[in-house]
Structures are given as C-alpha cells and as structure tokens.
Nanobody, 129 residues
Framework: QVHLVESGGGSVQAGGSLRITCAVSGSTFSRYSMGWFRQAPGKGREFVAAIARSGSTSTYLTSVKGRFTISRDNANNTMYLHMNSLKPEDTAVYYC??????????????????????WGQGTQVTVSS
C-alpha cells in the first residue's frame, strides 16, 4: 500500500478557486490509478474525479464537470484537484485514494470506492455563499 497525504484545503467564497494536492509515498506512483472523493456532513462519501495511472484518461462527477480538473505528476508522486467556480454544495472533506497496485490498464479509471485500496486522511474545503 501507498501512503497518501492531502493538503491545500481551506475556506473560500462561492465562485472562488482552490487547488488541493495529494502527495504519495511508499511505492511507484505510476502503478496506481487515482481518485478524489468527498464527504459532506451527514452524507456518504461520494466519487468526485479519477485519473488513470498514465494520466491519459480522467472522469468526473457530473456536478463538477467543467469546474474541476484532476491531474497528476508521476515524476513527483503528486496528484491535484483544481477546483474553480466553487459552490456551497462543494463543501466537504476531500479524500484522495489509490487503487490496488497495477489494477486495470494504463488508461483505466475507477469510480467506485471498492476499487480503491489506500486513502488519505482528508482535507476540509468550505465554500461560503
């Protein structure tokens, strides 16, 4: 398993932007498909975005498509989530997750929690109206 640490969360007004980062250690980063999930108070953890281990493919929750961008830097073992046009309903704890090592193909993305083996501790994003 890999070790994941999120950073970059904070408070922002509606319409603002944030970038959150997931630093990965403990194994070869490029062997893992990666994802972002979030959990709002009183709600379950939901999929937000995923990126293939090659970086060639990504997919998004419909409500964030066009506002959020997931990216990764395999040379520096880091994944990002750039969030623009933030809305109060984006308020949540955001978690990064790594698949099982070598799962899928270079272009495979996963959207189910069950497909992820390692999780970070989360970073809070708060959007005020």
């Amino acid at each position: 398993q890999v070790h994941l640490v999120e950073s970059g969360g904070g408070s922002v007004q509606a319409g603002g932007s944030l970038r959150i980062t997931c630093a990965v250690s403990g194994s070869t980063f490029s062997r893992y498909s990666m994802g972002w999930f979030r959990q709002a108070p009183g709600k379950g953890r939901e999929f937000v975005a995923a990126i293939a281990r090659s970086g060639s493919t990504s997919t998004y929750l419909t409500s964030v498509k066009g506002r959020f961008t997931i990216s990764r830097d395999n040379a520096n073992n880091t994944m990002y989530l750039h969030m623009n046009s933030l809305k109060p309903e984006d308020t949540a704890v955001y978690y990064c997750a790594a698949s099982k090592e070598g799962a899928g193909l270079d272009w495979t993305v996963f959207t189910r929690r069950i497909d992820y083996e390692s999780w970070g501790q989360g970073t809070q994003v708060t959007v005020s109206s």
